[in-house]
T-cell receptor, first 116, second 111 residues
Framework: DGGITQSPKYLFRKEGQNVTLSCEQN?????MYWYRQDPGQGLRLIYY???????QKGDIAEGYSVSREKKESFPLTVTSAQKNPTAFYLC???????????????FGEGSRLTVL | GQNIDQPTEMTATEGAIVQINCTYQ??????LFWYQQHAGEAPTFLSY????GLEEKGRFSSFLSRSKGYSYLLLKELQMKDSASYLC????????????FGAGTQVVVTP
């Protein structure tokens, strides 16, 4: 079945450690995104990529890094520079909007990161 | 970023109708998505409005007025499984695919 797979679902990290969240899609979508969700707040965009080997910062990119070496994959690294990394992280993908589609985002199941 | 405003929580009875309003700055967005998100799960697509008017999909309908920066999601014949957070997301004009999300409206359906 086509979809977006995020792993791990739950992750615990000690302060000062980097951690990488995986996101893989087999929908043949051009664009991929990383959002962060905190209680009582909307989803906030961390990074996005519309084509391979290119990505752009979102609203809250500080302390995060990404790569887009393959169309299917868009891993997110939460670095030790991120001051408050405990959150629910959502990966999404989309195709460009056009006459036959809305360009809606398709989301993975999310990864919950807890810093101990 | 641009503001997307929606109420924090709404409570309604099973079988009733609930309307979730969403307002936004008109200059920043091309249209709106509505997503449903159950606790701890991924958001799922409900509706999309890029033109003014009402879009109906079964028990769910969504309305958009671009000139007023206003949208609503209407949930009819509420069921217990409709208890979830409903996210309004504006389509930013500067880049396709980039969405600005509201904080979400938690709908609680009671028996």
């Amino acid at each position: 079945d086509g979809g977006i797979t995020q792993s791990p679902k739950y992750l615990f990290r000690k302060e000062g450690q980097n951690v990488t969240l995986s996101c893989e899609q087999n929908l043949n979508h051009d664009a991929m995104y990383w959002y962060r969700q905190d209680p009582g707040q909307g989803l906030r965009l961390i990074y996005y990529s519309q084509i391979v080997n290119d990505f752009q910062k979102g609203d809250i990119a500080e302390g995060y890094s990404v790569s887009r070496e393959k169309k299917e994959s868009f891993p997110l690294t939460v670095t030790s520079a991120q001051k408050n990394p405990t959150a629910f992280y959502l990966c999404a993908s989309s195709i460009a909007p056009g006459p036959m589609n809305t360009g809606e985002l398709f989301f993975g199941e999310g990864s919950r990161l807890t810093v101990l | 970023g641009q503001n997307i405003d929606q109420p924090t929580e709404m409570t309604a009875t099973e079988g009733a109708i609930v309307q979730i309003n969403c307002t936004y700055q008109t200059s920043g967005f091309n249209g709106l998505f509505w997503y449903q998100q159950h606790a701890g799960e991924a958001p799922t697509f409900l509706s999309y409005n890029v033109l003014d008017g009402l879009e109906e999909k079964g028990r769910f309908s969504s309305f958009l007025s671009r000139s007023k920066g206003y949208s609503y999601l209407l949930l009819k014949e509420l069921q217990m499984k409709d208890s979830a957070s409903y996210l309004c997301a504006g389509i930013l004009t500067d880049s396709w695919g980039k969405l600005q999300f509201g904080a979400g409206t938690q709908v609680v359906v009671t028996p």
